[in-house]
């Protein structure tokens, strides 16, 4: 093949041309690293993807750094004006309101992405319409098949719509189109943890843990779920790396005591407990874990202190609303009057009882049933403390079953279910039906074959003396 | 379907060729560049995660505890689904670095941490691989290039590439890295099309394969209609080959559209369809059928044997290819025996190689140099010594007798003893091999040509020509066209066809061009209908090709050259071997020629010899006697036979009575002239024994030439000499009259009123005069070829200078004076051509007479 010269310098144009378009464009492809977001600062936007990843793997304090940064270099950034109201909207949604208004008055050129984006928010923030937010959210869906950000936010509203199986549909999704999404992993974990598919709650978790190796929340929960399953060393170690990764992590210490309380040494759980109830912040947290505490030193053979230590909590109540302080006096009186109850002191949980406030009339129904079911344990522990087994029995059960119902939709697989099965069993024993005992304890041995109170209740069963010390060890 | 045009389509080629080795390239690079490895070998074509193929052992991976059947579900903290983004992850980490995995083995998910380590990835096996497709590779690019534009080498570079792209693109573990998307698509084009352009390059090659299961033959009825369409679609190329290429892609849009909804990914081999495995595979038999039939239907041995050739370096590569890398990975799920298809591939690539170095396929001459040859062969023969010396240590070394220095010794002097009979015996099957067929031709073919030269029969030599040379190229015919002598019309003299005309655009062309004239590229609308004519004769006798047969630019011939028997295009070298024996046949043609002329030459010059030995025995053969007088005649012709005579004739019946001189010019020369000469004389000796009168011997005799020849004359001075009366009676036509010295003074003899040469008139009366002799009279009698005998500077000798010349000679004898005017003539002629017949006589008076006669 010849090639003239004039050809030659047509063809080399030609290719020098065709080189320099494909430069260009490469180039502007990659200045523009294929944005899909409108912003004039290429710094901000790195911040921006930043802030994203690091809200995907749930450092959200991370996250709001970046944005506010972003914000910074960029006023008028949009997407990272509402990335930064939607996560600081549960701890100061004024702000976050105030927020989104500023995105909407000076929205500046959107791409339709965008707009809908800002909309949602719109609809969440500025006209509290959750129902219409639902409606952009899917829409978004619609029109974006292929960005996770709207099965991300789809998967909030089915939640909130109580639709389980399409969550987890959605997040699978969600994960298929982006696998680093701390956030679906955290929710299927505990959603099969729920359903008690303990494994792929494992499997889930355990990804969390991987994305996201430097939060304390992964290794809680598989410290929680671990401590639960039975598998205690394993939970130790996981809470125990919880806590070097922030040692105020207050669920990670709760869960040790549980562990503690599985493994049967009470006196351990008493004092993570109230290490837990020092930690944490919230009345509602301090209260649990006193609780739990009180419950412990009570396991423990120490009734006494148990409820010298309710009644301390209940001589220093924090700065409360009306509501918040009904509340707290409500689950400080029950707690006090189950443990004098299980005491034998009969008479004394009756009049603890009689102390509970009146009921605010402003409660709605359900919250009225609430507060009802909530005194059935205590009822229960009475009847025990009369020698009335049947009655005792006959509420256990009717806590179990509603236990069970709660355990499809959420996640109360421990302690509170176990516990009142291994209440029941003693009561069953207390009636000489030794068989049923046994079997209301099975669901909890499948679970936890480790479960120390379980355990001496078995013994119990089997006419041997229950040493929950030593059955820590089996 | 209209085909690109060739520049587009020779471009459109040439990119393909190039994307394919850049890719090639690339996974080449990819494969050996050294980078964060983990010893992981992924299914590259796995979904949602990474499937764990195999764990090189030893490898990052083996050591940290991943096994085969896992499933990588996230690298470095970032989850993956795919082996491109476990690449991203991977390429951001130094090859050193310790990097958490996390597994799923079952139901289990693992976390694992793996030290990366520095890797490349390419294994021997890929080098050969890759090895191999370069093989390929150069060696389509090699015959493209030697032979762009045909259709068969286009398809054999494409069918390289391809096949370097399935080698390299194709049989590569995964890197993780970007290259891997570009990889992985070209190997999949390749496996598409691969087996089409296989069996499409069968198709083509070594001839296009037509199809002939439906035309009738006499007699026969009309075939089924649907076997005519078949027919008719199997030699339809565009058709067909559309249908082949688009058979892959459509099968495998197809079966990923079924799996796709099915989910079952169990018909996946590779990441391709099992069905388009087995169409390749399928493809790729078709592909040898065709080829197989090829050399079944092939008539000519010369033919055959190249296919042959190719059929079995075919087959050993595309059987155990098709068997192992084909059929047992996708019918069987079986890798193992994978090396075993591979390997024997080299042989296709190394068959053409070998064909087109040995029977110089696709019209390419490879010259392979014997020194490299040779050199290949001394580095081969080196190897397997310096092996069988490794052997031989490797073997004997625990032997005390062979750990001796002597065994070394003995064993070093074995191998330098061996080494060159080895060498030169592989050197001998080498020349058998490659360079005797081809020695054999060119010496047939030089003694040829030598013969062509040697041969001066003109007749023998165009039969050695054409015969000999139609022999050596396996033509169907060659004829040499040569000028018809009555018009120089070009024709085969022995059949008597259409002739090209002189002046024909066809022989102008075939004049200014050296080169042969492929008739079927011709334009006949660019000819004037005599060319058209002949070029359609031509090509009616099967004519392929026109040959001129040319030197300095004249015309002499044209070979005429049928088909070849094969049926083969004509090759390049086929050309340039014709245009040779062209030019030799020139070179013959013309020898041949003037060996003909001097032939004639020589013919001529006896016969003039012949004819001199004739004429001069028409003079007198000695001087006669005469009473009175001494004579002494010379003539010279200009040529070996000249005009010019001189005679005594005895008019009285002998010489003491009276004698005629006769002094004859013939008008002309040589031949034509000595015969007129002879004529003349013979005519003048009848009339003047007849009557000697001068002036009736003139008439007569005039009228008698002029009737013999006409405008051609002849100059004659007749003197009848009377002893008695001492005198000569005389008349002179067209001639100078004779000189007379007489008392040292020179005169001409006075001349007659009628001068005209004889023959110049049909009817012309002479008249005579009388010079009365006396004693001591010298006369010269002569023709004009003496006084006008031309120098160099083509001045004439002269009437003065000859009468000088005679009157300073005048003393000497007459044979001397003869020599002696003669040598006054060659000196003033030196160095110059005899121009005309030089004629003269020499009379001396030496009787008396009474003094006081007159001239009348």
Redesign the interface.
């Known amino acids: 093949?010849s090639v003239t010269k004039p050809r030659l310098k047509k063809t080399v144009l030609a290719a020098a041309a065709l080189v320099v378009l494909g430069a260009g464009t490469a180039t502007a492809v990659f200045v523009r690293g294929g944005r899909d977001v409108t912003t004039t600062s290429a710094e901000a936007y790195e911040l921006y993807r930043k802030g994203l990843e690091d809200e995907r793997r749930l450092y959200h304090k991370d996250a709001l750094e970046a944005y506010a940064k972003a914000l910074q270099l960029d006023p008028h950034f949009t997407m990272a004006t509402l990335r930064l109201a939607g996560n600081i909207s549960s701890r100061d949604h004024e702000r976050a309101r105030s927020l989104v208004q500023s995105a909407s008055r000076n929205p500046g050129h959107l791409n339709e992405r965008e707009k809908l984006i800002l909309a949602i928010f719109e609809a969440e923030f500025l006209g509290k319409d959750m129902k219409k937010s639902g409606e952009l959210i899917r829409e978004y869906v619609r029109r974006f098949p292929d960005d996770p950000e709207g099965y991300y936010r789809l998967a909030g509203v089915l939640m909130r719509e109580g639709k389980g199986e399409e969550v987890l549909a959605t997040y699978e999704r969600l994960?298929?189109l982006d696998?680093?999404q701390a956030v679906a992993y955290n929710f299927l974990g505990y959603h099969f943890i729920g359903r008690h598919d303990f494994?792929k709650g494992?499997?889930y978790l355990?990804?969390y843990?991987?994305?996201?190796?430097d939060q304390a929340n992964p290794y809680d929960s598989l410290g929680e779920l671990y401590a639960n399953t039975g598998r205690y060393d394993e939970a130790e170690e996981h809470l125990k790396r919880a806590l070097q990764i922030r040692p105020d992590f207050f669920p990670a210490i709760g869960h040790l005591g549980t562990l503690e309380v599985g493994r049967g040494n009470p006196e351990s759980a008493v004092s993570q407990f109230r290490r837990a109830a020092e930690v944490s912040e919230a009345w509602k947290d301090k209260l649990m874990f006193v609780g739990a505490a009180a419950s412990a030193l009570f396991d423990a053979g120490r009734p006494d202190d148990a409820l010298a230590m309710l009644g301390e909590a209940s001589t220093a109540p924090p700065a409360l609303s009306p509501r918040e302080d009904f509340y707290f006096r409500y689950h400080l009186i029950r707690s006090r009057a189950i443990l004098l109850a299980r005491a034998g002191r009969a008479a004394e949980a009756e009049a603890e009882l009689a102390l509970l406030p009146a009921v605010p009339s402003d409660l709605d129904r359900k919250g009225k049933e609430g507060l009802e079911k909530g005194l059935l344990g205590p009822q229960a522990a009475l009847a025990g403390a009369r020698g009335d087994f049947e009655s005792a029995v006959r509420i256990l059960r009717e806590l179990v079953v509603e236990d069970d119902d709660k355990a499809s939709g959420g996640f109360p697989y421990y302690p509170s279910g176990f516990r009142l099965r291994v209440h029941l069993a003693d009561a069953l024993l207390s009636l000489g039906r030794p068989e049923e005992a046994r079997k209301e304890l099975q669901p909890v041995l499948a679970v936890n074959p480790r479960f120390a109170p379980a355990l001496a209740a078995i013994d119990r069963i089997e006419g041997r003396a229950a040493d929950a010390k030593g059955s820590a060890g089996r | 379907m209209t085909s690109a045009p060739p520049a587009a389509r020779?471009r459109a080629i040439v990119l393909f060729g190039a994307l394919g080795a850049l890719i090639a390239l690339m996974s080449v690079a990819d494969m050996f560049l050294p980078k964060a490895w983990d010893g992981v070998v992924p299914d590259p074509y796995a979904e949602?995660g990474i499937h764990v193929r195999a764990v090189v052992p030893g490898g990052p991976a083996a050591v940290a505890g991943v096994r085969p059947g896992d499933t990588l579900?996230?690298i470095g903290?970032?989850?993956?689904?795919t082996p491109a983004e476990a690449a991203s992850e991977l390429g951001r980490h130094a090859s050193t670095d310790t990097v958490?995995y996390?597994v799923?083995r079952g139901?289990q998910?693992l976390?694992l941490q793996l030290v990366l380590s520095p890797y490349r990835l390419g294994s021997a096996a890929y080098v050969y691989y890759a090895l191999l497709g370069a093989l390929f590779f150069g060696l389509g690019l090699f015959v493209y290039s030697r032979s762009?534009g045909d259709a068969a080498a286009e398809v054999f570079f494409l069918l390289c590439v391809l096949f370097m792209l399935f080698f390299v693109c194709r049989l590569r573990p995964s890197s993780y890295y970007w290259i891997d998307w570009f990889v992985q698509v070209a190997g999949t084009l390749a496996l598409f099309l691969l087996g089409a352009v296989f069996l499409h390059f069968f198709l083509l090659f070594p001839h296009r394969k037509v199809f002939r299961f439906a035309d009738p033959r006499p007699g026969e009825e009309a075939p089924a209609a649907p076997l005519v369409l078949i027919q008719r679609f199997l030699n339809g190329s565009p058709a067909l080959f559309v249908f082949l290429y688009t058979l892959p892609p459509a099968f495998y849009a197809l079966q990923m559209a079924v799996l796709r909804r099915t989910g079952d990914r169990s018909g996946l081999v590779y990441g391709a369809p099992r069905a388009n495995w087995i169409l390749l595979a399928d493809y790729l038999v078709l592909g040898l059928l065709a080829l197989a039939h090829s050399w079944w239907t092939a008539r000519e041995k010369t033919t055959r044997r190249p296919i042959l050739v190719l059929l079995l370096g075919t087959l050993g590569g595309i059987v155990p290819f098709v068997l192992f890398a084909v059929y047992f990975p996708s019918l069987f799920r079986d890798e193992r025996y994978l090396a075993w298809g591979v390997v024997p591939m080299a042989l296709v690539p190394l068959t053409f190689a070998y064909s087109i170095v040995r029977f110089r396929l696709f019209d390419v001459q490879l010259i392979v140099g014997k020194s490299i040859v040779y050199a290949i062969l001394t580095a081969i023969v080196t190897g397997l010594y310096a092996l069988a010396v490794v052997t031989g240590n490797a073997l004997v070394s625990s032997q005390a007798l062979f750990s001796s220095p002597l065994f070394a010794f003995a064993f070093g002097l074995a191998v330098v003893l061996l080494f060159d009979p080895l060498r030169r015996r592989m050197q001998a099957i080498v020349d058998r091999v490659f360079f005797r067929d081809r020695a054999d031709f060119q010496a047939a073919f030089l003694d040829m040509s030598r013969q062509v030269v040697a041969q001066l029969d003109r007749g023998k030599m165009q039969q050695l020509l054409t015969e000999r040379t139609a022999d050596l190229l396996r033509l169907t015919r060659l004829d040499l066209l040569t000028p018809r002598p009555e018009d120089g019309a070009l024709s085969d003299p022995r059949r008597g066809e259409e002739a090209l005309p002189v002046g024909a655009a066809l022989g102008r062309m075939l004049a200014e061009r050296d080169t042969p004239v492929v008739l079927r590229d011709l334009d006949p609308a660019s000819l004037d209908p005599a060319s058209r004519s002949f070029l359609k004769a031509q090509l009616g006798r099967g004519v392929r090709l026109l040959v001129p047969v040319a030197t300095r630019g004249r015309l002499l011939g044209v070979l005429a050259a049928g088909a070849k028997k094969s049926e083969e295009e004509f090759h390049r070298e086929d050309l340039d071997h014709l245009a040779t024996i062209a030019n030799q046949g020139a070179l013959g043609l013309e020898v041949a020629a003037l060996h003909e002329q001097l032939t004639r030459r020589a013919e001529v010059e006896r016969d003039l010899e012949i004819a001199r030995d004739i004429q001069m025995s028409l003079f007198p053969r000695e001087l006669p006697k005469i009473a009175g007088i001494e004579l002494y005649g010379v003539s010279i012709p200009a040529k070996v036979v000249g005009g010019d005579f001189y005679d005594f004739l005895a008019v009285d019946g002998g010489f003491d009575g009276r004698v005629a001189l006769v002094v004859g010019d013939v008008s002309g020369k040589s031949i034509p002239a000595s015969l007129l000469m002879v004529a003349a004389k013979e005519i003048v000796y009848a009339r003047a024994m007849q009557d000697p009168e001068p002036s009736t011997v003139f008439r007569e005799s005039n009228r008698r030439i002029y009737e013999i020849k006409r405008r051609m004359f002849v100059s004659l001075g007749y003197f009848l000499y009377d002893p008695v009366e001492l005198t000569l009676h005389y008349s002179v036509g067209g001639q100078p009259s004779p000189l007379v010295v007489r008392g040292g003074e020179v005169t001409e003899l006075p001349h007659p009123v009628s001068r005209l040469p004889l023959g110049a008139l049909k009817d012309t009366t002479y008249d005579a005069k009388t010079f009365w002799l006396r004693r001591g009279d010298l006369l010269l009698f002569y023709t004009d070829g003496l006084n006008e005998a031309m120098s160099v500077e083509s001045a004439f000798f002269g009437d003065d200078r000859l009468k000088a010349s005679l009157v300073r000679h005048s003393g000497a004898p007459l044979p001397e004076m003869a020599e002696e005017i003669l040598e006054d003539i060659r000196q003033f002629t030196f160095g110059a051509e005899q121009s005309d017949d030089a004629t003269f006589v020499l009379m001396r008076v030496t009787g008396a007479k009474p003094a006081g006669t007159a001239v009348v």
């Open positions: 093949m994960l298929s696998p680093n494994v494992e499997d355990k990804r843990r991987f994305l996201a190796p | 020779r949602g579900l996230g903290q970032r989850m993956l689904n958490s996390l799923k139901e998910v976390e762009a």
